[in-house]
């Protein structure tokens, strides 16, 4: 066990050797590839007008969205009436669709109990 722990520690300290060499050339980079989306000059004004842009937007989106689930509705619907004709590859996806959410329950779970696999904490 103190092997593997001395180990991750070399790895970590390799990893932050790396990270301080080029972490900085790499931000640089990131931000030129990216300058499109900076805004210039950066002010709270700003800040606050495309944080409002960004939840109206999304907001507005919301009748746009619950159409497109109505139609998936439908669909699943139609699939479900004619299910003798349903074939292996549709019948793959909808099982992984539902082990995928079982997965997400699984997860939700784990965060809810504080990231601990045994139960919750008293």
């Known amino acids: 066990m103190a ?6 520690q070399s790895k970590a300290c390799q990893a932050s050797k790396f990270f ?27 800040c606050n007008l495309l ?6 937007t999304r907001l507005a989106s919301i009748p746009v969205r619950n ?4 139609k998936e509705l439908d669909y699943v619907k139609q699939l479900w009436k004619h299910r003798q ?3 292996v590859e549709d019948a793959g996806i909808a099982a992984l669709f539902g082990l995928e959410c079982f997965a997400w ?3 939700g779970e784990i965060v809810g109990r504080g ?4 139960g919750y904490h008293v």
Request: with cysteine; net charge positive; aromatic share 16%.
């Open 20 to 46: 301080s060499k080029h972490g900085s050339a790499y931000y640089k980079q990131l931000l030129e590839q990216n300058k499109q989306y900076i805004q210039d000059p950066p002010s709270v004004e700003k």
């Open 67 to 70: 159409e497109a689930f109505w």
């Open 85 to 87: 004709e349903l074939k």
């Open 51 to 56: 944080s409002k842009q960004l939840l109206y």
């Open 3 to 8: 092997s593997k722990l001395t180990q991750l």
């Open 115 to 118: 990231f601990t696999f045994t």
């Open 105 to 107: 329950f699984c997860a």
